[in-house]
């Protein structure tokens, strides 16, 4: 049931019963401090669905992510390509997001460390990145525990000029 498994957690394709709690970490304002705003329930939803069509698309995507201990839906972390062009586009990204109540048990480092090893070793990728605002310094440090380096900055195309989300970094990882 697991596409992939870890010590702590099994990664799989999102259930329906997934999405109550994914509704709640999304209308969480610190999960979401870093995002231009909290999700309502319908748009919560409309990611879901865009997720699901990734994988549809691709076989790979956003993993949903479960305790193995509670086999409770805990978030996210996975591949997906970014939408925007610019000069590092079009790449495999690694992203994550996990509810409030789960981060500081090293979670997020687990899942993406086996999504990294999954992408170079079965998807045969050769590189995967990742980015975030400059702000977000809990994520940039998952990017650092798991091996990727510091590419550059960069100003998000999508995000006005002026505002504090704007300024990214960018990590990348080769085979
Ligand atoms: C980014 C995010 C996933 C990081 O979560 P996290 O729990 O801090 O990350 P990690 O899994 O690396 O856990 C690290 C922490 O777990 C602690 N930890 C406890 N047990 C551990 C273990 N067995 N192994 C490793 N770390 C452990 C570490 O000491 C560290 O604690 P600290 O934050 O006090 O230094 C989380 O903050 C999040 O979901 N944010 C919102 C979404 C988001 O911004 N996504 C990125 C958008 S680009």
């Known amino acids: 049931m697991f ?19 994914f509704i709640e970490m999304c209308a969480d304002e610190r999960v979401m401090e870093f ?3 909290i999700q309502t329930e319908e ?3 409309a990611t879901i669905e865009r997720i699901k069509k990734f994988f549809a698309e691709n076989n790979f995507g956003l993993w949903a992510v479960e ?21 590092f586009t079009p790449c ?3 992203g994550w997001r996990f509810a409030h109540k789960h981060w ?9 460390t086996a999504c990294l090893n999954y992408g170079f070793d079965v998807l045969k990728l050769k590189e995967i990145v990742s980015f975030t605002s400059v702000l977000n310094t809990r994520s940039e440090n998952v990017m ?6 510091f590419v550059k900055h960069f100003e ?7 505002d504090r989300l704007r300024k990214h970094v960018l990590y990348g990882r080769r085979v």
Do not use: N
Request: hydrophobic share 35%; glycine share 12%; with cysteine.
């Open 156 to 162: 998000h195309p999508l995000i006005e000029d002026g």
């Open 3 to 21: 596409i992939i498994e870890t010590p702590r957690l099994g990664l799989r394709e999102w259930k329906d019963s997934d999405a109550d709690v």
């Open 43 to 45: 748009q919560a939803l």
């Open 67 to 87: 305790g193995k201990d509670t086999h409770e839906f805990i978030g996210f972390c996975g591949l997906s390509s970014p939408k925007f062009e610019t000069d």
């Open 92 to 94: 495999i990204e690694i």
């Open 35 to 37: 995002f231009p705003s």
């Open 144 to 149: 650092k525990k798991t091996g990727m380096h």
């Open 104 to 112: 500081g048990y090293g979670f997020a480092t687990e899942a993406a």
